[in-house]
């Protein structure tokens, strides 16, 4: 089974500092990862993804998430939050060992960020 | 613009009705799901789709329906079977569903279903 956990329901931090949204996962096989943010009554947007090569994953609105396969992490960082990037962060994992069932991703619960002045 | 257009943005469902969400695609993807978010609980799948005239059961299909007929279009039909309906319904489409694919899915706006 694969599955995926965000430790923090909340995570605050004021402008201009740098923000980590925590994200760990269990799969069998190697791990495809993913991370989205929604901002209120919205769909979800794609920030970032790993599937393979480089750790150090770069996505949309300088967002970055580093994999590290001992740890089972992929957590998402910014250097510098702005109150624009106040929003709910999910992060996802599906199995790459995963045959049939379709590209079916197992969604975490959830990270609120405020960034605040 | 391409991209994935849900309709209604908010429906309002009284006991016993069955309502129809709509999906429509025009990125040609192959495969299309519907996902049902409640507060705390994360994205849960409910159908999806790999190719035309052919879905699968998500995790938590009861009291659910879909149908595939067109490659673009994945509407969701929310049955009286169902007996907590009221939720943030998703539909999102990826390009393919090969067993080794890391391909992204891309959500709509979503649909808010409420019973009255």
């Known amino acids: 089974a694969q599955s995926v956990a965000q430790p923090e329901d909340q995570v605050n931090v004021a402008e201009g500092n740098p923000l980590t949204v925590k994200c760990t996962y269990s799969?069998?096989?190697?791990?495809?990862l993913f991370w989205y943010v929604q901002y209120p009554n919205r769909g979800l947007q794609f920030l970032l993804k790993?599937?393979?090569?480089?750790?150090l994953v770069k996505g949309s609105y300088g967002f970055e998430a580093e994999f590290n396969k001992s740890q089972t992490s992929f957590h998402l960082k910014k250097p510098s939050a702005l109150v624009s990037d106040s929003a709910l962060y999910f992060c996802?994992?599906?199995?790459?060992?995963?045959?049939?069932?379709?590209?079916?991703?197992?969604f975490g619960t959830g990270t609120q960020l405020k960034v605040e002045l | 613009d391409g991209g994935i257009t849900q309709s209604p943005k908010y429906l309002f469902r009284k006991e016993g009705q069955n309502v129809t969400l709509s999906c429509e695609q025009n990125?040609?993807?192959?495969?299309m799901y519907w996902y049902r978010q409640d507060p705390g609980q994360g994205l849960r799948l409910i159908y999806y789709?790999?190719?035309?005239?052919?879905?699968q059961k998500g995790d938590i299909a009861e009291g659910y329906s879909v149908s595939r007929e067109k490659k673009e279009s994945f509407p969701l039909t929310v049955t009286s079977a169902q007996k907590n309906p009221t939720a943030f319904y998703l539909c999102?489409?990826?390009?393919?569903?090969?067993?080794?694919?890391?391909?992204?899915?891309?959500f709509g706006e979503g649909s808010w279903l409420t019973v009255v």
């Open positions: 996802a994992v599906r199995d790459s060992r995963r045959t049939g069932g379709g590209n079916k991703l197992t």
């Open positions: 790993y599937i393979t090569g480089d750790n």
């Open positions: 990125l040609n993807h192959d495969a």
């Open positions: 799969v069998s096989g190697n791990p495809y």
């Open positions: 999102a489409s990826s390009p393919g569903t090969g067993a080794l694919s890391g391909n992204t899915i891309y």
């Open positions: 789709s790999q190719i035309v005239n052919d879905f």
